[in-house]
């Protein structure tokens, strides 16, 4: 038995048979390994010159805030893969007061088998809701993406009219316009929906950490129950 079983059995709470899954390197771990080999590949497209064409062609601004918003969600992904982690550690030891393994303790501790079921369904709540706010931000991006499409038609039809098709000087105006509404239209497009997809593979990455916290908290509170 390690140090850490001997602190958990002193202190009334039995490991659970989730205890030995290790979460060490665990979900911080995984988001960086992704998030590194996302970085890589953003960067190899701005070699190409292919992320400057994205902005550059945007004369709306639409694609920075896309970026902002991005940034804002990519900074929540590692605050909650730190906070879970740091429930992990307060699962294996002593649970700091306001932490979620430390409520949920409280919650289940000497409680009939319904207050348990409550108490389990608002720690899936409350942990659950703790993530929202990234899969907001990644559905906002596409939804940003698809604002940007209606944009760039707008300013490439307004383009064009029956006079400048017929008045070969103003055709290559005409020609002009269609080209950077369309390139706002494409390029917001793709990059909300790229800058959405890498958020969403980080919150399916914290929801899978998330599920098995949740899962060694309850069957600890019901072994425990069981004693």
Excluded: K
Excluded at 26 to 40: E, P, Q
Excluded at 128 to 134: D, F, K, R, T, W
Excluded at 173 to 195: F, K
Aim: charge should be neutral; avoid cysteine.
């Amino acid at each position: 038995m390690t140090f850490i079983d001997n602190a958990t059995s002193s202190m009334g709470w039995p490991m659970s048979p989730t205890r030995h899954r290790s979460f060490r390197g665990g979900v911080m771990f995984r988001l960086s390994l992704f998030n590194l080999g996302a970085l890589a590949a953003l960067g190899a497209a701005f070699g190409e010159g292919w992320a400057q064409a994205v902005f550059s062609a945007d004369t709306t601004g639409l694609t920075s805030v896309i970026t902002a918003l991005f940034a804002v969600g990519l900074l929540l992904s590692f605050l909650r893969a730190h906070r879970l982690g740091a429930e992990n550690r307060a699962r294996e030891g002593l649970a700091p007061s306001g932490s979620w393994v430390a409520e949920h303790r409280a919650a289940t501790q000497a409680r009939s088998a319904p207050a348990r079921a409550i108490a389990a369904n608002a720690l899936r709540a409350r942990v659950a809701g703790s993530l929202q706010p990234i899969r907001q931000i990644a559905g906002s991006l596409v939804l940003l993406g698809l604002i940007g499409t209606v944009l760039g038609f707008i300013m490439a039809l307004s383009g064009v009219s029956a006079g400048m098709a017929t008045d070969a000087g103003q055709v290559g105006e005409m020609v002009t316009r269609l080209i950077e509404g369309m390139s706002v239209a494409l390029y917001t497009t793709l990059e909300g929906s790229v800058l959405s997809l890498w958020l969403t593979v980080n919150h399916q990455i914290l929801s899978s950490a998330a599920s098995a916290l949740v899962l060694a908290l309850v069957e600890e509170g019901e072994a425990h129950a069981r004693d």
